[in-house]
């Protein structure tokens, strides 16, 4: 498999958004952003990106599972990775459909929202599978107590910031469904972060390896994406809308990442 | 591998093979882990020491980047192992 033209359209594209997105921010009236990079030019680009590396990563991290074998109890996890990547694949297909076919802003909720509930269910099912494979490889990836350790730090860490995160986005809602869906996505980026965060515990001793690359680009993509989800729930409970191209970019960078990741991974397992 | 091989030597030649794709730390702190495991005594090593030590490193291994490079990084263990000046007295 070619890493080169892959590499440059991972780093092109990366470079190309943060050239887009972040100067957007402080620059949002200028004629750049009145003119040229329009609103419907932003999505043109932001949308079918986000759905590109999506729909890489899901057949990357598909690939990667068949490549370790059906015998190998990390294929499965591997799977479960595809199978949540596919899922919001699906969503952000229904996004782009709204976006940039229908030309209307995405209703919330939409039929996307359950599939992006769903695959963040099926990615942190995922991220609570691989720990305990990999714990029992036999290579020297810590002690029980360790990984016990790292497993009540991140509940405890996550559940004490989520509970601060989410108290506003609950007290601040009307009680509907678009409500209980900006309660629903921070709480299950947290379900989903607190596995990553043992996941890159035992990763790290891979460090300086080329699994190291590619968990680690797993791992901060998903984290990029969970930063986007929470951001979200934040910015539409108090009506903030300045902060949209901070929140393109987060999930695009976070599907990139992802994508790059799986793809590194699946080119090591391949003999 | 007909005659034995030094402990270091198998060590050091499995590390070598391990390192780019699990790292310097990962590798070494595994390569030991297994060689006390088996009580890898230092000298030399016959090859049925040597077989179930790559064994146990290719089953962690294989976890990670699946059977086929697994087969492909023990090969090339076996072949650091039998060139020549690897071996041990």
């Not at chain 1, 599939?115 to 990836?141: C, D, Q």
């Not at chain 1, 680690?216 to 910015?235: E, K, M, Q, R, T």
């Not at chain 2, 090859?47 to 490079?69: H, I, M, T």
Request: charged content about 15%; some cysteine.
């Amino acid at each position: 498999m070619n890493e080169r033209p892959i590499r440059a359209l991972v780093v092109g594209a990366s470079v190309a958004l943060a050239a887009i997105f972040l100067p957007k921010l402080f620059w949002e009236d200028s004629p750049l952003y009145t003119q040229l990079l329009t609103v419907k030019v932003c999505l043109w680009i932001s949308g079918p990106t986000k759905l590109l590396f999506l729909s890489l990563g899901t057949y990357f991290a598909f690939r990667s599972s068949r490549l370790l074998g059906a015998d190998n109890p990390a294929a499965h996890g591997w799977l479960l990775l595809s199978a949540g990547m596919f899922l919001w694949t699906a969503g952000q297909t229904v996004l782009v459909y709204y976006q940039l076919y229908l030309a209307v802003s995405t209703p919330f909720p939409s039929l996307a929202d359950p599939l992006f509930v769903t695959g963040t269910m099926v990615l942190a099912a995922a991220a609570f599978y691989l720990p305990s494979v990999y714990f029992r490889s036999g290579l020297a990836m810590g002690t029980r107590g360790e990984l016990l350790l790292s497993v009540l730090l991140s509940a405890a860490v996550l559940a004490a910031v989520g509970v601060v995160v989410l108290r506003p986005i609950v007290a601040a809602g009307d009680g509907g469904l678009g409500h209980v869906l900006n309660i629903t996505y921070p709480t299950l980026d947290f379900i989903l972060l607190a596995p990553c965060f043992v996941l890159t515990r035992l990763m790290l001793r891979l460090r300086g390896g080329r699994l190291w690359m590619a968990w680690a680009c797993l791992l901060l993509g998903l984290a990029f994406v969970s930063l986007g989800d929470i951001l979200y729930a934040y910015f539409s409970t108090l009506g903030v809308a300045a902060l949209d191209p901070l929140l393109d970019l987060t999930f695009a960078l976070g599907y990139i990442l992802m994508a790059w990741g799986a793809f590194v991974h699946c080119s090591l397992a391949r003999a | 591998m007909e005659s034995n091989v030094d402990r270091e030597t198998v060590f050091r030649v499995a590390e070598e093979a391990l390192v780019p794709l699990i790292g310097q730390s990962l590798a070494s702190a595994s390569i030991r882990l297994h060689g006390t495991k088996l009580d890898l005594a230092s000298g030399g090593l016959s090859q049925d020491q040597v077989a179930p030590f790559l064994s146990a490193l290719g089953k962690g291994l294989r976890l990670f980047v699946g059977s086929k490079r697994t087969e492909e990084v023990l090969d090339a263990i076996l072949n650091g192992l039998h060139k020549p000046g690897k071996q041990g007295p």
